[in-house]
Every structure is written in C-alpha cells, then in structure tokens.
C-alpha cells in the first residue's frame, strides 16, 4: 500500500498523505498516531503478508514519528510483540523507560499494550514482525524488561533470529500452511530462547534461578508423555524440595502443576491442527502426551478452547 502525490497546495497535500498514512498504519497493526515534519511529498509504503501466527511487514517512509498512546493502548484490546528491523536509516524507540537507537542490522521489540514513540530522522525502511504475546512462553513483566533494547545481528542467536525474520519478510507466498505454520512456530521458539538469554543475564542470582527453571521445563517437556509425572517426581528428579519447586515458579505465567497441563495441551492443540495428522486419532495424540482419561481431557481442553478437541481439529483444519 502506498501514497501517491495528490495535487493542490504541498502542505495540504502532506497532511492528506499523513491521514491516509496513519490510518493504513492502523489498520495494519493497531491504532496509532503519526506526524512528520515533510513539508512537501511524504511518500510512504507498507507491504503486508502471514506466515503461520507471524505477519510481515516492511514499511518505506520519509522521516516520521509513530507513537502508541497511554488512551489508545488502555482503549484498544491488541496485546501483540513487535519486532522492529531497522534494514535502512536511523530509528528511536522508546519504551518502559527505555530508549533504543536503531542503525541498520540492529532490530529491538515493543509491546501494543503500553505507550510507546518510534521516530525516525530521515527516509527508513524497517521489517516488523507482529504475533500475538501468548506466542511466546514468557511472563509479560519479564518481556517488560527488555523492550526498547537494541540487539545485533552480529552473532548469536540474534544472528539467527535477524537472518531469519529477513528471509521471511522477502518470503511472500514461498512456503505451503503446513509448512508456514511450522516455520512460525520455529521462529517464535528462536525468538524466545534469544530473550530468555537475554534475561538469564541481568544478574548473576537471577541467572542461577532461571538456569534450573529451565532446566526444570525442559525436563518436563521430554517426559509429557508420563501420564503419571507429578510435581513429586520433577522436584526429586532436580534433587530439591517441592516446596522450593513452587518457589521457583512464584513468578512465572504458570505454576508447576498448571504448566505440565498447559504444555501437554498446547502439544496436543498443535498436532490436532496439523494436516499431516488428521487421520490420527484424537484420543491417540493425548495419550502421546500423557492425556489418558479421554473425558477429562476433553473437559479441559474446551475449557481453555472453548471447542472440544475433535471440534477444534475441524473448525481448524476446514479454514
């Protein structure tokens, strides 16, 4: 989508493109204000495309500022991650109290349910990357941490995650659903682990804390399929006390109990949606994953759904 110039007096012609701009930058992400100090042609240009739970976007403009209001964030119900790419000119976000100075290969994240202004001083082109915050497995105040921090596409998982996220962008149409659902998926898992990273860093006890709960998760993620497993068993398997367990996950979107279930559910959601198990039997893929009481699995799937499974593997896979 692009703006043209209009005829008639440059200025009045600016501000027609500027409405026409904002309104587009609303309508693409959420709503937004946005201002320039062009006085004459402010040319612009947003392309837009999915890939799984991820949209693409690359936006081309002369120098602007975007800002999300306190009112706009409070007013309106989008509670998406953004991942902002600088590939030209020179980007400013601010966020939490927090300021980022983007140069050309650095890419920083920002959260639709806060305030937050991105300016840019001279002609930009910047990828953003949108996805819903539940995408990833990390706490909203954590997330608060690290928003408006620049990061480099110089090694590292940001390395992977920036050559990642621009091949996508320039990916438009490349992959089938299935695929595109898997290649989303992938790069939310990368997205995540590089944060995480990030977060095991900010302090030494922190990172002693953060290192057994991962640990601890990724325990539980390779023995989902023990029907039995407990909170018992995982403390005992990590040589500490239940009690101590629940600590450690004081401060986490789930406690220990509530994140054995919410991982066992999201594996099975993902496969009962996924083309390349339909034929697969609903009852099969929960037990897979230590689900072996068909009813009560049903019971709390629809719970967290709002469909039971075998209606949410129709509703899915027929759109």
Known sequence: MSFPIAPGNPRERVREQLDGWQNALSGTFFPLQVGTEVEHDFRCEVDTHHLGGIQLSVVHARPETIVRTEVQARSDESEHYCIAFQRA??????????TAVLRPGQFTVYDSTREFAAR??????????MFDRSALNLDV???????????SDGDGLGKLVSAMLLHLVDSRGEFSDVVARK??????????????EILLDSSDSECAQRSFLIRVKTFIEDNLRESHLSVGDIAAAHFVSVRYLYKAFENEKFGVAQYVRHRRLERIRQQLVDPLMARRPVG???ATHGMINEAHFSRIFREKYGASPSEYRRLYIST
């Open 141 to 151: 105040t954590q997330m608060a941490r690290v928003t408006a921090t620049a990061m």
């Open 183 to 196: 290649v989303s998926s992938t790069l939310l898992d990368l997205v995540e682990t590089l944060y995480r």
């Open 284 to 286: 099969e893929i929960a």
């Open 120 to 129: 840019f001083g001279s002609p930009h082109t910047t990828a953003v990357s």
């Open 89 to 98: 000119g020179i980007a400013t976000f601010t966020q939490d109290g927090r």
